[in-house]
């Protein structure tokens, strides 16, 4: 509020997933319509990676990147180091998170976070648009933006990033899927609309299934193949013509995802059934220059495959990086 009615510049810095780009797009829809001076950050998945990135800091530091504030969402809880330097810049950092808690804390100016130890909310499932949904309604108490249908904008988006993240949908997180979906049915996001219709959904009613298996991997697609922002930039659209540009950049942006995954996943099986590997109790494949944004997925289709934890990893230039995929009963993080 403080950097609201001071004319402070405010940068929301999130995750390339939906989660991330559906907590950034509420935090823009709301801050705006609230006069705030509001961009967003979302790092590139293969040079910056996962977190608050070195690139983001250094631009904070040479002041081509103008922030008094930064809001973290769906990141930040591990980057304890990372918020010292932010404040030692003069700026404040508010942590909006809901991955597990290190015993270091960050020293944020305010970290919001139900899986901290001493927070005594319920909800300990909410995804990062969830939590954002729900800490933008608080907020708009006081702000008081009487626009009927900006909640609603809120309630979808969060529905979007809620289902998408595969929380356990209880609690409050089946409330928000549940009014969510009602309110996707009907929508009042351009892009969204845009979204469905070059996805041959338009006119269906609108399901779970629809988001898991339709909407999320062409957002998520932007993220992996290109940058998160279009997938942000579609559901901040309020022009039909660039909505409809923008849907249709990600529709070919997720054929490519389904190739390169394709692709990875054909190379990936045959050096398993080569190599014997399926006869280990780990799966860990790797391969030259295969494309980062889609390790994950194959990881997990390895893991259903052969009923095994599997890591896939990329090798560039003699550095490797890979995803980890397991089930219940084997904590990966706890194997590494």
């Known amino acids: ?50 977190g608050i990135s070195s690139d983001f800091i250094d631009g904070l530091k040479s002041d081509s990147m103008k922030a008094d504030l930064i809001i973290t969402v769906d990141c930040g809880i591990a980057e304890a180091e ?48 969830g939590l954002s949904f729900k800490f933008l309604i608080f907020l708009n108490k006081v702000l008081e933006i009487k626009d009927k249908d900006v909640e609603d904008v809120l309630l979808e988006l969060a529905c979007l990033g809620t289902i998408a993240d595969i929380v356990e949908l209880k609690g409050d997180n089946r409330i928000i899927a549940k009014n969510g979906l009602l309110k996707i049915n009907n929508t009042k996001i351009i892009g969204l609309k845009k979204l469905m219709e070059v996805s041959g959904i338009a006119g269906k009613a609108v399901e779970s299934y629809h988001i898991g298996f339709i909407i999320a991997p062409r957002i998520n697609a932007a993220g992996r193949m290109d940058t998160a922002k279009k997938a942000i930039r579609l559901l901040l659209a309020t022009d039909e013509v660039e909505a ?5 950049e990600l529709e070919s942006l997720n054929l490519l995802r389904k190739q390169a995954e394709g692709v990875i996943f054909e190379e990936a099986v045959n050096n398993i059934e080569t190599n014997f590997l399926y006869k280990k109790n780990i799966i860990v494949v790797a391969g030259e220059n295969w494309h980062e944004g889609v390790l994950g997925i194959v990881a997990s289709k390895l893991t259903e495959k052969y009923e095994k934890p599997s890591i896939v990893i990329s090798l560039k230039d003699g550095v490797g990086k890979g995803s980890a995929r397991s089930f219940d009963g084997i ?3 706890e194997a590494f």
Do not use: W
Request: proline share 3%; glycine share 4%.
């Open 1 to 50: 509020l403080k950097a609201i009615s001071n004319k402070e510049s405010i940068i929301v810095y999130g995750d390339y997933d939906v989660d991330g780009v559906t907590s950034i797009s509420q935090f823009m829809v709301l801050l705006k319509r609230a006069g705030a001076i509001v961009d967003y950050y979302v790092p590139r998945r293969e040079s910056e990676g996962y």
């Open 82 to 129: 990372k918020v010292s330097h932010i404040n030692s810049l003069n700026k404040d950092v508010i942590i909006l998170d809901h991955h597990q808690c290190n015993d270091k804390i960050p020293h944020a100016y305010a970290v919001i976070n139900p899986k901290q130890k001493d927070c005594s909310s319920k909800n300990k499932n909410l995804c990062a648009a």
């Open 244 to 248: 409809e540009h923008l849907a249709l």
């Open 331 to 333: 904590d990966i993080f």
